[in-house]
């Protein structure tokens, strides 16, 4: 189960050219290219200096299992429990094909949201989906919900709606209460909710790759508020920023909705989350949680979002 907060208090290839890119003075120019399977990379978004906004870590609480059941049998895809050296994180020119993404425009209500959510999860399946079955893994969209009520039920047990649940994520399912959006905070802020979503379903890579449960199985071992089983949580909610910003650095200036100035937005609002803000232990502090986000934000390479591999310090 994960859960994605906002609140000011309480607390989202084929080829080998290089180019540089354009860019404003606030950011470097930074070259990218490379091949990756199945897709082919252009430029990716430079590096920026960030800003400030405020918005929380996320938090996350155990799935019901330490590996799912519902793995496909085998003689198909099947997951790969492992971390460091899961087969996705090896190739350095691997990332996610350059894209366009169309996305409804911003309007803080229910059914604009419903909407807008709806439109970015097919853009993350248009993503993710090649990218894990060009590794032979058991790709399948996350449901998609967005409950109404002050609470909503799990499979990792009843949720309660408010400042600190923004979306949430267990099991394959995907939930994303607009009451906890906190639009009256935000307010036409369409990056932000975009980034926030894509770590959502950022967990839901990990899930179809098998780093979720091989993750939990550390975290289970060493106890969940061990000082080992608090790292491992650290690794896994920053890696799934760093899937974050890979995917808004692979979609912005393609041509789709998804601006530059959306990405600016979500780049400066990452170092306002993390657990210097929240005040746990299982995020990672809010440099952290920045930098990792911005590691798969510039250059798009998913060797980058390695955390299993990372030092403790990188991670802390």
């Given at each position: 189960m994960i859960a994605l907060c906002l609140g000011a208090a309480a607390l989202l290839v084929?080829?080998?050219?290089?180019?540089?890119v354009a860019v404003s003075s606030d950011r470097d120019p930074v070259a990218d290219g490379g091949s990756i399977?199945?897709?082919t990379l252009s430029n990716t978004p430079s590096e920026r200096t960030g800003g400030s906004s405020s918005t929380s870590s996320s938090s996350s609480a155990p799935p019901s299992s330490s590996r799912s059941s519902d793995s496909p049998s085998s003689s198909g895809p099947q997951k790969v429990f492992k971390l460091a050296d899961h087969p996705i994180l090896q190739d350095p020119a691997a990332g996610?094909?350059?894209r366009v993404c169309n996305l409804p425009g911003w309007q803080s209500n229910q059914a604009a949201a419903e909407a807008f959510f709806t439109a970015a999860s097919q853009c993350?399946?248009?993503?993710w989906g090649p990218f894990l079955e060009y590794y032979n893994l058991p790709f399948t969209p996350p449901a998609l919900h967005f409950p109404t009520g002050s609470s909503f039920q799990t499979e990792c047990g009843n949720i309660q709606v408010g400042i600190a649940t923004a979306a949430y994520y267990c099991e394959n399912n995907l939930y994303v209460p607009f009451r906890g959006l906190q639009t009256d905070q935000y307010g036409n802020n369409p990056g932000v909710y975009l980034a926030l979503f894509a770590h959502e379903y950022g967990h839901h890579v990990?899930?179809?790759a098998g780093l979720m449960d091989a993750a939990w199985e550390e975290i289970y071992a060493a106890g969940q508020n061990s000082e080992k089983g608090l790292e491992m949580a650290r690794r896994k909610e920053l890696q799934a920023q760093c899937f974050s910003g890979m995917f808004l650095g692979a979609h912005?200036?393609?041509?789709?909705?998804?601006?530059r100035d959306m990405y600016d937005k979500a780049w400066d609002d990452q170092e306002t989350r993390g657990d210097n803000t929240s005040g746990s232990r299982d995020h990672g502090t809010n440099a952290h949680y920045a930098a990792w986000w911005r590691a798969g934000a510039k250059d798009n390479r998913i060797v980058d979002c390695n955390t299993f591999a990372a030092s403790s310090s990188?991670?802390?």
């Open positions: 084929v080829g080998l050219v290089v180019v540089v399977p199945p897709a996610l094909k350059n993350l399946d248009a993503a990990q899930e179809v912005v200036d393609r041509g789709g909705t998804i601006t990188e991670v802390s």
